[in-house]
């Protein structure tokens, strides 16, 4: 079975997130994907000296990656991925052709079935190598709960390296068989005011096509984004 995913995402400012998925199974023997991410902010300002005219410069990260996945047994299943990630900084007098990359890894393992309404996954982010900046490493612990025959409750609990640990919950409503209605609450958000930390949106499945959209608030500083 063959699986494609298209992700476009407007994000704070002029700034914008794009990827793009593949998955094939392997007759039997697990299943691989492939992805490419970009991340473009274009037309920053910066100032060495407050007299000096501004100077603008773009920010370009990208991700290339490869993942595979295998069940092991009727309720386990493994997964590995690895991630090329790339950043460029330019052009401009200042930050002309600057360059920084890694290689990141992540693993995880969920087990699904075990129960009728409960799946749970433990998944470690972002270890890997680089010369110049500290890796965003993370642990994350997810768990999904089927409330009712058209009601899932998720939930993510995350520790990252370089933040406070937080959640993120979401709950997702089948109103017919094609057509979901989602809303979700994060934290460690607080401090953009506004109604950072919610989000919501709907999903509309056309087998083998589905079309999802959310709403994702910023804060008053930065507005609304869309995904």
């Known amino acids: 079975k063959t699986g494609l995913a298209l992700n476009y995402n407007r994000w704070i400012g002029d700034s914008a997130i794009g990827t793009i998925a593949a998955t094939q199974r392997l007759w039997g023997f697990g299943s691989l994907g492939l992805s490419y991410g970009i991340v ?18 773009d920010v370009i990260n990208s991700l290339l990656g490869i993942t595979y996945a295998l069940p092991l047994g009727k309720y386990f299943a493994v997964g590995i991925a690895g991630k090329s990630v790339n950043e460029t900084i330019g052009p401009g007098k200042t930050y002309a052709n600057y360059h920084n990359s890694a290689v ?35 642990i994350k612990l997810g768990v999904a709960l089927d409330v009712a025959n058209s009601l899932v409750l998720v939930t993510d609990i995350n520790i990252p390296a370089d933040n406070k640990p937080n959640i993120h919950a979401g709950l997702e409503l089948s109103l017919i068989k094609s057509l979901f209605l989602r809303v979700g609450y994060k934290t460690n958000t607080e401090k953009l005011g506004g109604l950072t930390g919610l989000a919501a949106g709907f999903g509309i499945t056309f087998n083998p096509v589905a079309f999802d959209f959310a709403w994702i608030p910023q804060g008053t500083a930065f507005g609304d984004t869309y995904r």
């Open 40 to 57: 473009q902010v274009p037309g920053l300002e910066y100032l060495v000296n407050e007299t000096d005219t501004p100077e603008k410069f």
């Open 104 to 138: 990141l890894f992540d693993a995880g393992i969920l087990a699904r079935g075990i129960l009728d309404y409960f799946n749970v996954s433990l998944t470690a982010q972002n270890y890997g190598i680089s010369n110049t900046f500290k890796t965003p490493s993370n």
